[in-house]
Every structure is written in structure tokens, then in C-alpha cells.
């Protein structure tokens, strides 16, 4: 028995107490009542009851721990679908001669792909957030790899097509789907989960171009059908994740169910704020577009450098970018999201307006900073966006991760025909301005990001 004074004894005393004064109300409660055989009926609450409700509401509530090991398996397979996807443009050169294309017929092969990457993504999210699908990841890699068979062996041009919709096709499911499982393996770190995906394609998009150079360009195109090994890894990967997915399924209709109930915002202003959100996509996209398709050009007339200098900044600046996509995430799971996308946006104007008037070094310097402030931005939206439609996963990311895709294409056709007219220097000067359309975060309502169900 515990001594007397002792914690087990003081504790029980103040249960007694409790319950005691407990019964002591309630009988009071009997005896004020209008009659004590009515139905009892419950009154409106107290302020204090409401208070109580509120913090309870928001509370949030327990989750699983981060699952690691799917986050990484899920980033290593998004830098292969990306490195796969970035092959396409990557090996034109080969593919204007091998098949003596104009360039209205390379334009095509860009508008096939993108479309369907792009297009088709908002309406595998519709799908999949109604009926999940936990082995579609891997059939979308499989997609993607009898695109890239077909790629390496295409005898017509028409067929050609059909290898990049096919590419373009495994894509779109890849994306909304992966983003949904990034979320699900969160443990409620969903601004980390978000980077860590994202992360992976940056640096896919990175090495695709280096593997085309020095293996697909000196060995003509079949070589293409090479890189079905980096396919087959991922399908074994995704088949791996397929099935941690599926065990969550109940758990994840649960969650899906309760946070259809959980935003607050009237209807008007989500679509004002997804509006606001889609500008900034815009923005962030059209620039990067000015960088990723025109730099090296722009390197190479403005200060004379060579194509593999020119190239070799490029790599500097696309690094800065994967480190960005990857810091974004979690300093928004911390601070908010809110201000990571609205300190990305407008944040890095300062330096879009002194690019255009920088030296070499000076412009490596910026392209950097660049860089690692705009690439920062992506990953919060995403989950803004999540949390600001409660229960819509898939679509959401379908939505933006397709809008992204369409705004960057769109963006290089536009600088590339507004630079055959005014210059790749004039392009810079103009797009430098972009960034100040990150003032439109100002807008944006305040989401409580922690405490949102998945």
C-alpha cells in the first residue's frame, strides 16, 4: 500500500473530491430544473462549453510517425520518372535527323507529350480520390516504360507521337498519385513529405540531359531502350509502395471523409484563393521556363561563352533549385505557408531585376540565389492548396502539378518566339518583372497547415 501523503493517496483523495462535487452539482442542476421528469433537452453552450469545442476541434490529433523509408523510395522513383521524361526533349538534335523533322514537327512531339502530362493529371486525382488505386503507380510506370521501348524503336513519325503520349501518359498518373502517398507518409509533416518527393524529380530533370549527352547521343537512339532498367526499378519500388498504400486505404477513407468537413473558408474564397495560386504558378513557372530553356543561350550571346561552359552553369543553377524544393517544405511545416510562398515569390524580385545587369560572375551568383528562393515555393502550394480543399488529395495536385506543366511548355514557346523578335537579352530584362506577381500573396487567408486532417 502506498505510505499516507503519498502521490497514489493525494491523487486518490482529489478523485473523491471531484466526484463527490460532481454529484453535488448535478443534484443542484435536478433541483432548479422546471421538472426534474421533463426529457432532458441540451441547452445552448456556454461560452466557456464553446471555448472548450473550439480548442478540441483544432487540436490536433495523433498521427502515425513519418514513413521514411516510402518518402525516399518515392523521391528515387519520381528522379527516375523524371530522368526518363527529360530524355525526350533532351535527344531532339538526334531525333530531327533521324527523322528529318521541321521544327513545327518537334513543336508536335512537345504539345503530344505535354498535354498529356499536363492534361490528364486534375482527372486522375477525381478518380483516385473516390477510388483509390494503390497499384496505379506502378502501372503508370509501365506506361511510361513501353513509351520509352516505343521511343527507342519508333519507325514513323506518327508512332513517335504515340512513344511521347505514352510517356506523357504515365505522368499524369504518376504525379497526383505520388503526391497523395508523400501526404499519407507525412505523419503530418506535410511540407517535408511535399519536398522530399519533389526533390527527386528536380534532380531526374537534372541528370536526364547528362545521361542523353553521353550515352544516347554518341550511340544513336536505340540506345534509349537502355534506360527501361531505371523503369523496371521503379515499377519494383512502386509495386513495394503499392502495398504499404493499400494497407492504409481505411485509415486514409477515414481521414479522407472527415476532412471534407474541415474547411471553414466560404466557397468564394477558395476559388479567388486557387485563382491567386494559379497566378503565382504562372509567375514561378515562366520564369523558371526563361532559365531552364534559354540560359545557356543567353550565357553564350551575352558574355561568349562556350556551349559546355554555358551548360555547366545551367547544372549550378538547377542544383540551387533541388536544394530550394527541398528547404521549402519543412520551413513551411514551421513558419507557415503563407509566408514561405509569399517570401519565394516576391522575395526573389530583387534579384530577377539585377540579373539582366550583372557580369558573368556576378550572374552565376544570382542564378543560384534564384534559384534556391523561387524553387522553394512549389512544395508549400501544393500543401496550402491541400488544406485549403480538405479531402480533395489527388486533385489538388493533379490540378497544379498538371497547371505547372502546361505554364512551363507554354512559357518556353512564348520566350522562345519572343526572342527571335526582340533578343534573349530583351527576354531576360522583361521576365525579371514576374516575381512581382508574388504580391498577390497578400490574399491569401491564413490556413492552420499542422492541424489540417490528411
Not at 466526484?19 to 442542476?29: G, H, I, K, P
Request: charge should be positive; include cysteine; aromatic fraction near 10%.
Amino acid at each position: 500500500m502506498p505510505a499516507l501523503g503519498s502521490p497514489a493517496r493525494t491523487a486518490s483523495n482529489d478523485n473523491n473530491f471531484i466526484q463527490t462535487f460532481s454529484r453535488e452539482a448535478d443534484n443542484a442542476r435536478s433541483a432548479t430544473s422546471p421538472s426534474s421528469m421533463e426529457t432532458l433537452v441540451p441547452d445552448s453552450p456556454s461560452p466557456v462549453d464553446a471555448a472548450l469545442s473550439a480548442v478540441n476541434a483544432s487540436a490536433p490529433t495523433p498521427s502515425a510517425a513519418t514513413a521514411f523509408p516510402i518518402l525516399l523510395m518515392l523521391s528515387t522513383c519520381h528522379l527516375l520518372n523524371d530522368m526518363i521524361q527529360s530524355l525526350l526533349p533532351a535527344i531532339y538534335p538526334l531525333l530531327k535527323d533521324s527523322f528529318s523533322l521541321d521544327f513545327g514537327q518537334i513543336g508536335l512531339i512537345t504539345l503530344t507529350f505535354q498535354l498529356t502530362a499536363s492534361m490528364l493529371q486534375p482527372f486522375v486525382g477525381i478518380y483516385t480520390d473516390k477510388r483509390p488505386m494503390p497499384y496505379s503507380l506502378a502501372i503508370g510506370m509501365g506506361c511510361t516504360l513501353a513509351g520509352l521501348l516505343l521511343l527507342s524503336r519508333a519507325p514513323t513519325f506518327p508512332v513517335l507521337l504515340l512513344a511521347a503520349a505514352l510517356v506523357g501518359s504515365g505522368s499524369s498518373v504518376f504525379h497526383p498519385e505520388s503526391s497523395r502517398v508523400a501526404r499519407m507518409a507525412s505523419g503530418g509533416q506535410h511540407g517535408l513529405a511535399q519536398s522530399l518527393f519533389q526533390v527527386g524529380g528536380n534532380v531526374g530533370s537534372a541528370i536526364g540531359p547528362l545521361l542523353a549527352a553521353f550515352i544516347v547521343m554518341p550511340r544513336g537512339r536505340t540506345s534509349v531502350a537502355w534506360f527501361a532498367l531505371a523503369a523496371l526499378v521503379a515499377i519494383a519500388l512502386l509495386t513495394r509502395i503499392g502495398g504499404w498504400y493499400r494497407a492504409q486505404v481505411p485509415a486514409y477513407r477515414a481521414a479522407q471523409a472527415k476532412a471534407k468537413t474541415a474547411s471553414r473558408l466560404p466557397r468564394k474564397t477558395i476559388i479567388a484563393t486557387m485563382v491567386v495560386l494559379g497566378l503565382l504558378i504562372f509567375s514561378k513557372y515562366f520564369y523558371l521556363a526563361s532559365i531552364s530553356s534559354y540560359y545557356t543561350f543567353y550565357l553564350m550571346e551575352k558574355f561568349k561563352l562556350g556551349a559546355q561552359d554555358a551548360q555547366l552553369h545551367l547544372f549550378f543553377f538547377l542544383g540551387a533549385v533541388a536544394a530550394g524544393t527541398l528547404a521549402g517544405g519543412p520551413i513551411g511545416d514551421r513558419i507557415g505557408r503563407k509566408y514561405v510562398i509569399w517570401g519565394s515569390i516576391l522575395g526573389v524580385l530583387p534579384f530577377t531585376l539585377l540579373l539582366p545587369h550583372a557580369n558573368l560572375t556576378w550572374t552565376t551568383v544570382l542564378t543560384i540565389v534564384i534559384g534556391l528562393i523561387l524553387s522553394s515555393a512549389f512544395s508549400a502550394i501544393i500543401v496550402y492548396a491541400q488544406e485549403l480543399v480538405p479531402g480533395r488529395t489527388g486533385v489538388i495536385a493533379g490540378l497544379f502539378f498538371g497547371f505547372a506543366f502546361g505554364m512551363g511548355g507554354l512559357g518556353a514557346a512564348v520566350l522562345g518566339q519572343l526572342a527571335d523578335h526582340i533578343g534573349i537579352e530583351a527576354v531576360y530584362a522583361i521576365c525579371a518583372w514576374l516575381p512581382a506577381i508574388g504580391l498577390l500573396a497578400w490574399f491569401l487567408p491564413k490556413t492552420d497547415a499542422p492541424h489540417q486532417a490528411r
